[in-house]
């Protein structure tokens, strides 16, 4: 599906993906800094990812999202990046309407993580509630 406001397109397509873009991307986060590229890959392909693209700038990435979901009970959605240049626009709202009535996701529960995005997230109807993690070989990862 495509979805397109402005000079933003809205991508569910996987081949338009920019690896690149995404690994420097994820580079800046607290949740990903350190991420093989491999498993960036791995990641994006093993799930609905979602590419903001700039048509005014040639199509170049300038957000992404992912969602890993069964698509009829539960939607995680993970690696949610906006451009710094797009923020406070409106940009990352419509991306995650656009995400969140994407048809393999709207009836799903959807569930996220954040750090620091809680009242981005709370806009958009999502609920704070307690989650359990269980990280096989490991305590805690840095990021969380």
């Given at each position: 599906m495509e979805w397109e406001?402005?000079?933003?397109?809205?991508s569910d397509d996987p081949a338009r993906l920019d690896f690149n873009a995404i690994e420097a991307a994820l580079r800046?986060?607290?949740w990903a800094n350190?991420?093989?590229?491999?498993?960036?890959?791995a990641a994006f392909?093993?799930?609905l990812p979602f590419g903001l693209y700039d048509q005014s700038a040639g199509g170049?990435?300038?957000?992404?999202?992912r969602v890993v979901t069964d698509k009829v009970n539960f939607s995680w959605i993970a690696d949610v990046w906006l451009?710094?240049?797009?923020?406070?626009?409106?940009?990352?709202?419509?991306?995650?309407?656009?995400i969140l009535e994407h048809p393999d996701v709207v009836r799903t529960r959807?569930?996220?993580?954040t750090r620091d995005a809680h009242a981005f997230y709370e806009n958009l109807g999502f609920l704070r509630r307690e989650v359990l993690r269980r990280y096989p070989g490991a305590a805690e990862p840095p990021g969380f």
């Amino acid at each position: 599906m495509e979805w397109e406001e402005d000079s933003i397109l809205i991508s569910d397509d996987p081949a338009r993906l920019d690896f690149n873009a995404i690994e420097a991307a994820l580079r800046t986060t607290y949740w990903a800094n350190d991420r093989p590229r491999d498993v960036i890959e791995a990641a994006f392909r093993n799930s609905l990812p979602f590419g903001l693209y700039d048509q005014s700038a040639g199509g170049r990435q300038v957000g992404f999202a992912r969602v890993v979901t069964d698509k009829v009970n539960f939607s995680w959605i993970a690696d949610v990046w906006l451009d710094p240049g797009l923020r406070r626009r409106g940009v990352g709202t419509w991306m995650m309407r656009c995400i969140l009535e994407h048809p393999d996701v709207v009836r799903t529960r959807q569930t996220l993580a954040t750090r620091d995005a809680h009242a981005f997230y709370e806009n958009l109807g999502f609920l704070r509630r307690e989650v359990l993690r269980r990280y096989p070989g490991a305590a805690e990862p840095p990021g969380f």
